[in-house]
């Protein structure tokens, strides 16, 4: 199956300020994947972020808020702007599906807002 | 609309009892449906996808249709077994995003 590397795996920012989130696969795939988990939740898919186009967002999510960037088959990010302490949460990046393993998740980074 | 619906937060067992964690979907059309697992302090993997119809761990779990239903069951629960189980479901077509239940933690008692 793919290997996704994200980072950081933690921050702890204040408020006002943004976070950017890397995700970089190690074979090239289609589409990718930015899903939230906020504390005691499941997880909440943001947007898919296809190379060479617009990501596309969820119903509750805005580019101005989560601009996704996916300059190649195999790299992307996720910046979560003005933060809140609302924000809080672990963001996850996957991959689409392998014909074997599924779909793939990065190891997630834990977000805290102060 | 898509929807996946697991009714328990939380299920408690003992070592070797029968397991049964439920999923409940909607969904218009051919829908692929998932069990993911996530140990604690692990990452999010895959147990269970309905069409390699494979027994993971001693978990299976089949797609009824008619119900659409996709419960996952273990006749004797272990205490590795204990994590947060997640049932997904992508559809078939060109966006396959996949979407989440709320999940079930499953706490095995010794």
């Known amino acids: 199956s793919a290997v996704i590397s994200q980072k950081p795996s933690r921050d702890i920012c204040q408020r006002g300020t943004s976070l950017t989130i890397q995700c970089q696969v190690d074979?090239?795939?289609?589409?990718m994947f930015w899903y939230r988990q906020q504390p005691g939740q499941s997880l909440t898919l943001i947007a898919t972020?296809?190379?060479?186009?617009?990501?596309?967002?969820e119903s509750g999510f805005v580019i101005d808020k989560f601009p996704i960037s996916r300059p190649n088959l195999t790299f992307s990010t996720l910046t979560v702007s003005n933060m809140s302490p609302e924000d809080s949460s672990i963001y996850l990046c996957?991959?689409?599906?392998?014909?074997?393993?599924?779909?793939?998740f990065g190891s997630g980074t834990r977000l805290t807002v102060v | 609309a898509q929807r996946v619906t697991q009714p328990e937060k939380l299920l408690s067992v003992f070592k070797g009892a029968p397991v049964e964690l439920k999923c409940n979907y909607s969904?218009?059309?051919?829908?692929?449906l998932f069990w993911y697992v996530q140990y604690s302090r692990q990452r999010l993997q895959l147990l269970l996808r309905?069409?390699s119809r494979e027994s993971i761990k001693g978990f299976t779990a089949d797609l009824n249709k008619g119900e659409t239903s996709f419960h996952l069951k273990k006749p004797f629960a272990q205490e590795e077994d204990s994590a947060m189980y997640y049932c997904?479901?992508?559809?078939?077509?060109?966006?396959?995003?996949?979407?989440f239940g709320t999940g079930t933690l499953l706490a095995v008692q010794p």
């Open positions: 972020a296809n190379q060479g186009s617009e990501a596309t967002y």
């Open positions: 309905h069409i």
């Open positions: 074979s090239q795939v289609t589409m």
């Open positions: 969904y218009s059309g051919s829908p692929e």
């Open positions: 996957s991959v689409d599906r392998d014909a074997t393993y599924g779909y793939t």
């Open positions: 997904a479901l992508s559809g078939s077509g060109a966006t396959n995003k996949l979407i």
